[in-house]
């Protein structure tokens, strides 16, 4: 198992890395040392996969792009998956602040989090990861404390504690979502990933918004939206398939056929010719 692991020296009493490391773990691998920490520290899982257990926690399996964390004095168990074992990083954090910063997100009472990709808050943390290996100036300490701030501003704003959602909030943040996408379904450029960078909202909050309030993801939302419309388009004899391919969103005909047999069990012309005949 090849291994990274470094500690640091501050004094800084509000908030400070203590250690980081990263690891690519065999088989089966589980930590064997204290299972209490005195530290907070926070795992990024690169690859594979493992099973991850905190006290008064049911025992949850994580993969690539999810996150958790050992809080301090709180017991933990994780290890490594027998066939794709995880390879992850991780950075040690102390001080005063740590727990009321900690607090306003949701991963002070879950302990960790899926799909973190793509988020503010990953970019952030990446970036302190590879701040603390060069920490030899003045200038290197004050990049890594204001990274530190940055990291857990974006945890606290995509990953909110649950009593932070307040249900008039949510309505709203989903109500611009959908506008958002009835705006801009036809732009082949509109994906998910474009309409949470431009909301400012993580992956994981709008896929749980649409789940609560649709039963659907937002990428089978976007789809019914522009096959929707694609069915009402397709009645007017005028609109060539291409053309209506183009106006919903899709750069060609043949993916944007494929994907209106899935919805619909017919091909756009079938579909058209079945329509005609009603």
């Keep these: 198992m090849s ?3 470094r500690e640091l020296s501050n004094n800084n009493l509000e908030s400070r890395v203590v250690f980081f490391g990263k690891a690519n773990c065999e088989p089966n691998h589980f930590f064997t040392g204290n299972n209490v920490r005195k530290e907070y520290v926070i795992h990024y899982i690169l690859k594979g996969k493992g099973v991850f257990a905190s006290a008064n926690h049911a025992a949850v399996t994580l993969h690539a792009g999810d996150l958790f964390i050992l809080p301090k004095n709180v017991p933990c168990f994780y290890k490594a998956d027998e066939q794709e074992p995880w390879s992850y990083f991780w ?8 727990q009321t910063m900690l607090s306003g997100s949701i991963l002070a009472s879950k302990h960790y989090l899926r799909h973190v990709e793509d988020t503010h ?5 990446e970036k302190l990861f590879d701040a603390v290996h060069h920490n030899n100036s003045l200038t290197d300490k004050l990049l890594i404390e204001s990274l530190i701030y940055q990291t857990f501003y974006h945890l606290n704003l ?3 504690a649950e009593k932070k959602r307040e249900h008039n909030t949510s309505t709203q943040q989903l109500e611009k979502a959908v506008a958002f996408l009835n705006d801009n379904y036809g732009d082949h450029e509109c994906t998910i990933k474009f309409m949470c960078q431009k909301l400012n909202l993580s992956r994981t909050y709008i896929y749980n918004l649409f789940k609560e309030g649709f039963s659907l993801s937002p990428q089978q939302y976007l789809v019914k939206m522009r096959m929707e419309e694609a ?3 397709i009645k007017n004899e005028n609109s060539t398939i ?12 043949f993916t944007f056929s494929k994907a209106f047999k899935r919805y619909t069990g017919f091909s756009p012309n079938i579909y058209r010719k079945n329509n005609n005949f009603q």
């Design 91 to 98: 950075i040690g954090l102390s001080g005063i602040k740590i």
């Design 242 to 253: 291409q053309q209506i391919s183009n106006s919903v969103g899709y750069t060609d005909e």
């Design 121 to 125: 808050f990953l970019n952030c943390l």
């Design 3 to 5: 291994v990274e692991y």
């Design 158 to 160: 995509e990953f909110p």
């Design 231 to 233: 069915k009402a388009l």
